[in-house]
């Protein structure tokens, strides 16, 4: 396995980053830096901790890989450098090493808020560190500064027939962005290798920053009036996005956003999203053609739908059963959604074995703020219900409840009924993990992606008359 991995780190030190070495680490990070000084820091130590790992560890073997692991999906197989995050079968997502509630007591809120502000989980992402409050405050600065978007760009949405489903907006949208590409224009003049990663980053700060612009756009063309308020330099990057959504004055949807995108930030490589935008990265494409990819990825039902098709089943439920339905009439419709031949959506992961993570957070944003929402108490009905049956009709290796079988009812609650646009706010999140792998990638020399495929027939051959 690690042998036809052999060349994933091509890494060298850069003159440019000879500073202090300072070890990739949990602590909280130095209060003066910005996110580009401080990320100049940790590179050449960690060039010098993945040399170090590749002439320890560079000839061992993870173990074999099966046939039936090429025919399904790849599932399982080691075949990936993704630092952002590290999902467990049992503990699920850590960012860093952090799980979501860490995440959310160390890093800094807004004020008078409590859900973590998704500036500071992308310095985590990057840095390994916990930011200041005043870090944190100098991203969403940043952030703001860079929002605007092309004029060209903005005519290429207005232009969009309202019946072009909102990610294909989007993702038209975010490949134009490269028009404008620092790393683009730098590859051309033949800038180093060394520093392709201070291009990638002011990239994908620059896509990041854009998103809530493209996407608000997009909302209020196809579902509004198509009026579009400005960017306010001092809210934070959730408060401008939903202001654009038309749902700015809704502190508690602000709230919601925050922790919405920072638990969609990233779960590790090898989704469809993330591992689409690292491997067009490897190509080096500019970070906006990678994302742009990364999204046409997350727009498939099997990844970026299914909180939609949650809500979907949720109310074809309520019409069927009732609100307040008892919990025989929830579990005789389970049975008959199984019988039917389906799954119950929202339930179930390829890698989990215990319940989400985010669903827990997202369940206790739920009891905080919206205690009596008929939605949600049959959400929890059902959590008590469903995986027993799973478990009994032998359907599941997890029966537990995954993020998507909840973020559809809260987004409802606030008034965002839109459902064709939930896989949008789904790619403003992704974008964070995305771009901060790109900018490692290119830190440390990360080269094409190029696995090894095999034919049917070639397979037949390769076995036959071995047992």
Same mark, same amino acid.
């Given at each position: %396995?690690?042998? /036809?991995?052999?060349?994933?780190?091509? &890494?060298?030190?850069?003159?440019?980053?000879?500073?202090?070495?300072?070890?990739?680490?949990?602590?909280?990070?130095?209060?003066?830096?910005?996110? !580009?000084? +401080?990320?100049?820091?940790?590179?050449?130590?960690?060039?010098? $901790?993945?040399?170090?790992?590749?002439?320890?560890?560079?000839?061992?073997?993870?173990?074999?890989?099966?046939?039936?692991?090429?025919?399904?999906?790849?599932?399982?197989?080691?075949?990936?450098?993704?630092?952002?995050?590290?999902?467990?079968?049992?503990?699920?997502?850590?960012?860093?090493?952090?799980?979501?509630?860490?995440? $959310?007591?160390?890093?800094?809120?807004?004020?008078?808020?409590?859900?973590?502000?998704?500036?500071?989980?992308?310095?985590?992402?990057?840095?390994?560190?916990?930011?200041?409050?005043?870090?944190?405050?100098?991203?969403?600065?940043?952030?703001?500064?860079?929002?605007?978007?092309?004029?060209?760009?903005?005519?290429?949405?207005?232009?969009?027939?309202?019946?072009?489903?909102? %990610?294909?907006?989007?993702?038209?949208?975010?490949?134009?962005?490269?028009?404008?590409?620092? *790393?683009? $224009?730098?590859?051309?003049?033949?800038?180093?290798?060394?520093?392709?990663?201070?291009?990638?980053?002011?990239?994908? %700060?620059?896509?990041?920053?854009?998103?809530? =612009?493209?996407?608000?756009?997009?909302?209020?063309?196809?579902?509004?009036?198509?009026?579009?308020?400005?960017?306010? =330099?001092?809210?934070?990057?959730?408060?401008?996005?939903?202001?654009?959504?038309?749902?700015?004055?809704?502190?508690?949807?602000?709230?919601?956003?925050?922790?919405?995108?920072?638990?969609?930030?990233?779960?590790?490589?090898? #989704?469809?999203?993330?591992?689409?935008? !690292?491997? &067009?990265?490897?190509?080096?494409?500019?970070? *906006?053609?990678? *994302?742009?990819?990364?999204?046409?990825?997350?727009?498939?039902?099997?990844?970026?739908?299914?909180?939609?098709?949650?809500?979907?089943?949720?109310?074809? %439920?309520?019409?069927?059963?009732?609100? #307040?339905?008892?919990?025989?009439? &929830?579990?005789?419709?389970?049975?008959?959604?199984?019988?039917?031949?389906?799954?119950?959506?929202?339930?179930?992961?390829? &890698?989990?074995?215990?319940?989400?993570?985010?669903?827990?957070?997202?369940?206790?944003? /739920?009891?905080?703020?919206?205690?009596?929402?008929?939605? *949600?108490?049959?959400?929890?009905?059902?959590?008590?219900?469903?995986?027993?049956?799973?478990?009994?009709?032998? !359907?599941?290796?997890?029966?537990?409840?995954?993020?998507?079988?909840?973020?559809?009812?809260?987004?409802?609650?606030?008034?965002?009924?839109?459902?064709?646009?939930?896989?949008?706010?789904?790619?403003?999140? +992704?974008?964070?993990?995305?771009? /901060?792998?790109?900018?490692?990638?290119?830190?440390?020399?990360?080269?094409?992606?190029?696995?090894?495929?095999?034919?049917?027939?070639?397979?037949?051959?390769?076995?036959?008359?071995?047992?």
């Amino acid at each position: %396995m690690v042998a /036809a991995l052999r060349n994933v780190f091509n &890494v060298s030190r850069s003159p440019l980053l000879a500073r202090t070495s300072i070890r990739l680490s949990s602590t909280t990070a130095s209060r003066h830096l910005t996110l !580009k000084e +401080r990320l100049a820091e940790l590179i050449p130590t960690e060039i010098e $901790k993945v040399k170090a790992i590749r002439a320890e560890h560079g000839k061992k073997a993870f173990g074999p890989v099966t046939v039936d692991q090429l025919y399904g999906g790849m599932r399982g197989l080691p075949a990936l450098i993704w630092d952002g995050s590290v999902l467990d079968p049992e503990d699920g997502i850590r960012f860093r090493g952090k799980s979501i509630d860490e995440c $959310k007591s160390l890093l800094p809120a807004a004020p008078g808020g409590s859900e973590p502000l998704p500036e500071g989980l992308f310095w985590l992402l990057l840095t390994g560190e916990i930011p200041s409050k005043e870090q944190v405050a100098e991203l969403s600065r940043d952030w703001a500064a860079r929002a605007e978007i092309p004029d060209f760009v903005k005519e290429i949405i207005d232009r969009c027939p309202p019946t072009l489903h909102p %990610m294909s907006q989007f993702s038209m949208a975010v490949t134009a962005l490269n028009h404008d590409s620092a *790393f683009a $224009k730098a590859y051309q003049d033949g800038v180093s290798k060394k520093e392709y990663w201070g291009y990638t980053f002011e990239d994908s %700060m620059d896509l990041i920053a854009k998103l809530p =612009n493209i996407a608000g756009r997009i909302y209020r063309n196809v579902f509004g009036d198509g009026k579009l308020p400005a960017i306010d =330099n001092s809210k934070d990057y959730s408060a401008n996005l939903a202001t654009l959504l038309g749902f700015g004055d809704n502190e508690a949807f602000v709230e919601l956003l925050r922790l919405y995108i920072t638990i969609h930030t990233d779960h590790e490589g090898g #989704n469809v999203s993330a591992h689409t935008g !690292k491997l &067009v990265g490897s190509a080096l494409s500019d970070p *906006f053609l990678a *994302f742009g990819a990364s999204l046409n990825g997350l727009a498939g039902p099997l990844h970026g739908l299914a909180n939609q098709e949650v809500l979907l089943w949720l109310r074809k %439920m309520q019409s069927q059963i009732g609100e #307040n339905a008892t919990d025989d009439a &929830v579990k005789s419709y389970v049975w008959s959604t199984l019988k039917g031949g389906q799954v119950v959506p929202g339930y179930g992961h390829a &890698v989990l074995r215990k319940t989400d993570p985010r669903y827990t957070a997202q369940r206790e944003f /739920a009891l905080k703020n919206l205690p009596n929402d008929p939605l *949600f108490k049959l959400v929890g009905q059902i959590y008590d219900i469903v995986p027993s049956i799973l478990l009994e009709a032998g !359907k599941a290796k997890n029966p537990w409840p995954n993020v998507d079988a909840h973020s559809g009812v809260l987004l409802t609650h606030y008034g965002l009924h839109q459902m064709q646009f939930y896989t949008v706010l789904f790619g403003v999140s +992704r974008a964070f993990g995305v771009a /901060a792998q790109l900018i490692w990638d290119r830190a440390l020399g990360a080269p094409l992606e190029r696995p090894k495929s095999y034919s049917s027939e070639a397979i037949q051959k390769m076995f036959k008359d071995k047992h």
